[in-house]
């Protein structure tokens, strides 16, 4: 696989499903979303969704389905382990109504980690892929991932993941990169709610958020101005701090 160019800017968008009983549960926090969310916006593709779903296989074959039918790529992390609750190459399996069995190429892969008497049923499991998939190296314990069409399907604990995806990234198509600019206002959200509305309705291609925190001093927030082109980011950017400015005044008046 090689990576595609797009030279007319083309809009990439992807989508995470994130799978496993473990994290609705509040048991295990998932540390992969930001992770996943930060390198694809950094490489100028857009996440545009995240569905969590739990180990059963008709919601995760129902979720897959949504989703990589509305997103350029999808990307999932979760249940590709040893266990018998490890059924998402299954489940991918099944969403693209292809066979499943034991791949000699990720056989090989967990042999070169588990001697023969150590390569039991269980971490068998972890080389069964579905049929016309290719497969995704794995650095840090061999057992592979796996591409089949747009979906991207990666382990769940947070540094094999990562390893998956510095192996998958420069293989994606990429868009033009979100630009983005902050200033913190030094003001309560509630004090530029009304100015930044308007100055988000004269600027529509433009995106524009507010982040309040808690600082040192008190309330603050942050404004976030976000583009894909540099001069109107530029331009909001400046009539948002001329209203930061023009705000601090009136507090101070």
């Known amino acids: 696989m090689t990576a595609t160019d797009n030279p007319h800017g083309a809009i990439v968008t992807a989508a995470i499903l994130v799978i496993g009983d473990e994290i609705l549960s509040g048991r295990t926090k998932d540390k992969n979303i930001g992770y996943i969310a930060e390198y694809l916006t950094n490489i100028g593709i857009e996440l545009r969704e995240v569905r969590v779903v739990p180990d059963i296989t008709d919601e995760i074959v129902a979720a897959l389905n949504a989703l990589r039918g509305r997103y350029t790529y999808v990307f999932t992390t979760g249940g590709i382990g040893p266990t018998h609750d490890?059924?998402?190459a299954d489940a991918v399996a099944t969403a693209f109504g292809v066979s499943i069995d034991h791949d000699p190429r990720a056989v090989?892969?967990?042999a070169e980690r588990f001697s023969p008497a150590d390569l039991n049923?269980?971490?068998m499991r972890m080389a069964r892929i579905p049929a016309g998939a290719e497969l995704i190296a794995n650095s840090v314990s061999k057992a592979p991932g796996f591409?089949?069409?747009n979906v991207y399907v990666m382990a769940g604990v947070p540094a094999i993941m990562q390893a998956m995806m510095d192996v998958v990234?420069?293989?994606?198509?990429?868009?033009?990169?979100v630009l983005s600019d902050?200033?913190?206002a030094g003001l309560r959200e509630g004090d530029i709610g009304g100015p930044l509305a308007a100055i988000a309705k004269a600027h529509p291609e433009v995106s524009i958020g507010s982040y309040p925190f808690w600082s040192e001093t008190g309330p603050d927030t942050n404004i976030v101005v976000r583009s894909r082109d540099a001069e109107r980011l530029q331009a909001a950017m400046a009539e948002v701090k001329a209203?930061?400015?023009?705000e601090r005044a009136k507090l101070l008046s």
Do not use: S
């Open 108 to 110: 090989a892969m967990l």
């Open 147 to 149: 591409n089949i069409g």
């Open 243 to 246: 209203m930061v400015e023009a």
């Open 169 to 177: 990234g420069p293989t994606l198509r990429t868009g033009r990169k």
């Open 121 to 123: 049923e269980a971490r």
């Open 182 to 184: 902050t200033i913190r």
């Open 86 to 88: 490890d059924i998402t």
